[in-house]
């Protein structure tokens, strides 16, 4: 089975920009739609942003004209620039497909200061 692993969290400025990047152990290609997800404790997962095979992409209102999506293929990995960060960003982000079936990675931390 497909495995996940998140990485390029850390702790920015509000303002400022990170890029996430999610590589998977096996070919995404057959996977329809991939998508970024966020949690913050107390709350539940909620999608981020998702891209489909065909390049059509969806984002959650709240990141709409901050963040990206991207995909490579070929290098089984997924991307998410996320601009203009604000503290209510701050959360555990994940990616798997959409909707999910894969196992959850361990997420990578992202903590906006004000």
């Known amino acids: 089975q497909v495995q996940l692993v998140e990485s390029g969290g850390g702790l920015v400025q509000t303002g400022g920009s990170l890029r996430l990047s999610c590589v998977a152990s096996g070919s995404i290609y057959s996977f329809n739609a991939m998508g970024w997800y966020r949690q913050v404790p107390g709350k539940p997962r909620e999608l981020v942003a998702a891209?489909?095979?065909?390049?059509?992409?969806n984002y959650a209102d709240s990141v709409k004209g901050r963040f990206a999506i991207s995909r490579d293929n070929a290098k089984h990995t997924v991307f998410l620039q996320m601009n203009s960060l604000k503290p209510e960003d701050t959360a555990v982000y994940y990616c798997?497909?959409?909707?999910?079936?894969?196992?959850w990675g361990q997420g990578t931390q992202v903590t906006v200061s004000s």
């Open positions: 798997n497909t959409w909707p999910t079936v894969l196992p």
């Open positions: 891209m489909s095979r065909g390049a059509g992409t």
